[in-house]
């Protein structure tokens, strides 16, 4: 007779069946665990169950038939699908940090690389056979502003200072950190991307970051300063960055998040000079990376401990 399990994971994932393997081999006692790949095949088995991993985008649809719902593992960062008016609050969720900083480093400092070292113009000047190429620039001595000093925050800052940049940091809270030079608090928000070389948001969504980069803060600007928004969307006017743009009041922006998603083809942004979409791949979530945190976790869950990473419900993070 097969042991009666009390604790029951549903995995709802285009990669479920590789986080039930791992989380199978990690022998965690007194756990059922069902894969699910499509919403329509969890709903089959979703009032069982009473433990979620999954992404907010499809967390946000099993929700209703998950009756008996006590902890809800994300796979992503951000959880804002699942933070909505009228959303269910009646159990635990919990987040994902540490994982995302090194993947959205690399991201950052590949679109900074390419500014820097001017490479769209020499492949423009290669595709016209053109010997004469601009003059590169470097990192050393450039400075880059991080609009959120979290987990992610700090990475960037950390690969920052591998290139010998200056780390302005951005922050409600005044707290310093060995890896920023300089803290700013949300009171000096023009003096912080005043002297900025890269501005670098990688703030959540909340109603205290909603349009915090406006026309004001692009015009306090350098103008040969680039943005790049891995954060979220809401973060950033987009009709003040699209006349910023055509008003050559910034060099560049590169986008990965949008208030919008997908980015409807109708929208300006898509033929704006200066602009680089990328189509909210920044950070892709590996089963290899999540699976110890919920791992973790759940050793936590049948202790009675409290989780790592949980998401206040009210604060949005």
Known sequence: MTEQKNNRLLILSH???????????????DLQITPAVTVEKARIV???????????????????????????????????????????????????????????????FCYILMHERKALQ???????RT???????????????????????????QTAKHFNMTTYGYSRSAIS?????RMFQPDKILDFVSDLDYLVSVLPQTLNTNHLINSTVLKAMKTDALLINVGRGNVLDE??????????????????????????????????????ITSHKSALTYPEDITPIFINNYNRFIA?????FCIDFEKGY
Request: proline share 7%; with cysteine.
């Open 131 to 157: 010997w004469e190429m601009p003059r590169p620039g470097l990192l050393r001595g450039r400075t880059i502003g991080i609009m959120g000093v979290g987990s992610i925050g700090l990475a960037i800052a």
């Open 46 to 108: 979703a009032n069982q169950q009473n433990i979620l991993l999954a992404p907010p985008d499809l967390a946000y649809e099993i929700l209703p038939a998950m009756t008996n719902l006590q902890w809800l593992q994300s796979t992503w960062a951000g959880v804002n699908k699942l933070l909505g008016e009228g959303c269910r609050q009646d159990y635990l969720l919990t987040g994902v940090k540490g994982v995302f900083g090194p993947i959205m480093s690399e991201y950052v």
């Open 177 to 181: 950190k060995p890896e920023i030079d």
């Open 239 to 276: 009709k003040a960055l699209i006349r910023a743009l055509n008003s050559q009041d910034i060099a560049g922006a590169v986008l990965d998040v949008f208030q919008q998603e997908p980015l409807p083809q109708s929208h300006p942004l898509w033929n704006t000079k200066g602009a680089i």
């Open 304 to 308: 009675r401990q409290d989780l790592q």
């Open 15 to 29: 990669n479920a069946h590789k986080y039930a393997k791992l989380i199978a081999d990690a022998g965690l006692p």
């Open 122 to 128: 020499c492949y423009e000047l290669q595709k016209a």
